[in-house]
């Protein structure tokens, strides 16, 4: 159950084995059928979680009601809504199963005593965090300074058995374009 996460961790620190059991031990297995909720915008988000199995959606709705997807949550993926969760206020996102999913949560109060515990603990989600910034400020320059068929490329090319996983629909909404602009472009690159 604990693997995937030891993998995931041991890429930025290492932790004895007894360290690394006290850190699972804060860590509980949570089940999400398809199309249920890891969390809705409004409520307050408790939990960071670290995807075992399976995938999400993580996506605002616009005035519109339209959904604009920031990422995807696959395996080896962490989810959350990074200001609820730090700051305890309502969430802005809400973070959807697309699929069966399995994930192992922890809460604020025991990533925080964590933090006391096993002081390599800050250095991993320091790091983390930094690579989530960067990796956010990349989407936001492709979003901003890229058309829609680099966007589409970079995001094949970033994810490359993602696409099969998802549908057009939300693909399009991640990309910030309508599927049927998408489908242009398939066809396009397909000739």
Not at 132 to 154: C, H, N
Not at 164 to 182: D, K, N, V
Request: charged content about 25%; aromatic content about 12%; overall charge neutral.
């Amino acid at each position: 159950m604990f693997g995937l996460l030891h993998q995931n961790i041991s890429k930025h620190i290492q932790l004895t084995a007894e360290e690394f059991e006290q850190f699972c031990a804060n860590f509980h297995l949570r089940k999400f059928r398809k199309k249920e909720f890891l969390l809705r915008a409004g409520e307050v988000c408790r939990y960071e979680a670290f995807v075992n199995k399976g995938c999400f959606k993580v996506y605002y709705l616009d005035e519109n009601g339209s959904e604009q997807i920031i990422y995807f949550a696959v395996e080896d993926w962490w989810a959350t809504d990074i200001d609820s969760f730090t700051n305890q206020v309502p969430a802005i996102l809400t973070i959807e199963a697309l699929e069966d999913c399995e994930v192992l949560c922890i809460n604020k109060p025991d990533k925080d005593l964590l933090y006391q515990q096993l002081t390599q603990v800050e250095k991993l989600f320091r790091i983390m965090n930094q690579r989530t910034l960067v990796s956010f400020q990349r989407r936001v320059i492709s979003s901003i300074g890229k058309t829609a068929e680099q966007r589409y490329l970079e995001f094949i090319e970033k994810y490359p058995r993602l696409e099969e996983r998802l549908t057009q629909l939300q693909i399009a909404a991640y990309l910030g374009i309508t599927h049927e602009f998408l489908n242009k472009i398939r066809k396009k690159l397909s000739h």
